[in-house]
């Protein structure tokens, strides 16, 4: 811009050239930072001495009898770009003109013509990223990346089918029909993909009915045996009545156990659940009342006590239905419910087969039960030379009964 008010004055220093500009806007300031690439150095003004203290690149600005003026020191490099400038816009140099590269090598300092400059503009343009090379590069270089992507996905997915728990959580009766199904292997891509575990299972065990050893009742009333286990109600106090969880695994055709859980610890990670029967159970216990009177019937009267000596403390129940709380223990082919005090008699054969075996294993255990029964009608006599087990001097046995409920822990057995 011819005429331009902006004067600038180039002096050597050593190696560097140090330059002051008089006469700029606002305007010319902005494009002389942008153009020249200077950074302000607000202290300058207290290195400086003569130019001789400011830094390579440093510039301040002063006020002086001409006005302001913008000092800078900087290299041969930058005084090509300050040519570049002073041509566009017409800036006029007072002194240090022949310091300045004349317009054409400024051009070519400018523009990086040299053989170095080539070298390294052909090394800036290699390194710079793929999708600023052209298409193709581009391409490629998305190329490169979504496979690796894919690849990195896979390697998750691979490991996620590895670390995952693949037992499904179902019922014990959906866990015994995939042991009468055959196991159909999947191929890896549908199993990458789509993974199927159809004789893989999660037996959830909440709140078992009964448990001696390692037998127990389910809430169904399915009577399982779990083989790798002595005694299941031991580990389940210890971790406070936590739930179990059984994995279990059916492709060879029965059911492998390959961890049993409770509360999340694993107590075993192996053995085998075999169903032994479902036996009846009830969901709700039989009505009982405390003492005999209007509305009793169909439900049990509470014995609570009576003297096997006189039968004016027992008369009262005999023929009815009442509900003993106490020890149940055996006794040959019979049960025994009751306290030292009084007893009653119930013939095993009179129970059904299907729960004898676990109120064999509570009477054997002398665990506490509820019998809910209906007494015979005529009391064991006092003597009995035939058989003295059928007396009531000496064993304390009231009379005999038919069972129709027994409660041993919180299995609720019908035998109606």
């Known amino acids: ?52 203290d400011l830094r390579c690149d440093d510039f301040f600005e002063a006020k002086g009898r001409q006005g302001k003026e913008l ?8 005084l090509a770009m300050l040519r570049e400038l002073a041509d566009e816009e017409g800036y006029r140099v007072e002194a240090g003109a022949d310091l300045l590269p004349d317009s054409d090598e400024a051009q070519r300092m400018v523009s990086r013509k040299d053989s170095f400059a080539d070298e390294l503009s052909h090394i800036v343009e290699a390194n710079q990223p793929f999708y600023r090379r052209g298409p193709a590069a581009l391409l490629t270089g998305l190329a490169v ?29 959906a866990i015994m029909k995939t042991v009468d ?14 993974p199927e575990y159809t004789h893989q299972s999660a037996l959830k065990i909440r709140r078992p009915l009964y448990i001696r050893g390692n037998r127990v009742i389910l809430d169904a009333g399915f009577y399982v045996m779990i083989e790798g286990i002595q005694n299941l109600k ?18 060879e055709g029965r059911m492998s156990i390959h961890g049993i859980y409770v509360g999340g610890e694993l107590i075993t990670h192996k053995g085998e659940l075999i169903v032994l029967g479902r036996v009846p159970v009830s969901p709700q216990p039989p009505q009982r009342l405390d003492t005999v009177g209007p509305g009793a019937s169909g439900r049990y009267v ?60 509570a009477a054997d255990n002398n665990e506490r039960a509820i019998v809910d029964m209906r007494l015979s009608s005529r009391p064991y006599p006092l003597r009995n030379r035939r058989d003295p087990r059928d007396q009531r001097r000496g064993t304390n046995i009231i009379t005999d009964g038919r069972v129709h409920y027994v409660t041993v822990q919180s299995a609720i057995l019908k035998n109606i």
Request: glycine residues 6%; charged residues 30%; proline residues 4%.
């Open 71 to 78: 000092g800078f020191t900087c290299g041969r490099g930058r």
């Open 1 to 52: 811009m011819a005429g331009s008010r902006v004067r600038i004055t180039i002096t050597q220093s050593g190696r560097n050239y140090q330059v002051r500009i008089q006469g700029y806007g606002a305007r010319d300031l902005k494009k002389l930072k942008a153009r020249l690439n200077i950074d302000p150095a607000p202290d300058a003004l207290r290195r400086m001495d003569e130019y001789e």
């Open 234 to 251: 031991a580990s389940i106090e210890r971790h406070n009545n936590a739930p179990v969880t059984i994995k279990i695994d059916t492709r």
């Open 145 to 173: 990346r979504v496979v690796f992507i894919l690849v990195l996905l896979g390697l998750a997915r691979g490991a996620y089918l590895i670390q995952a728990d693949n037992y499904q959580p179902r019922s014990l009766q």
């Open 181 to 194: 199904e055959p196991y159909v292997a999947q191929n890896p891509i549908a199993h990458f993909f789509r």
């Open 302 to 361: 509470r014995v609570r006590d009576a003297d096997p000596q006189e039968e004016a403390t027992f008369n009262w129940m005999l023929g009815q239905a009442v509900s003993v709380t106490a020890r149940l223990t055996r006794d040959g082919d019979r049960y025994l419910i009751g306290e030292d005090e009084f007893k009653f008699a119930i013939p095993r054969e009179s129970v059904r087969e299907d729960i004898r075996e676990i109120i064999d294993m």
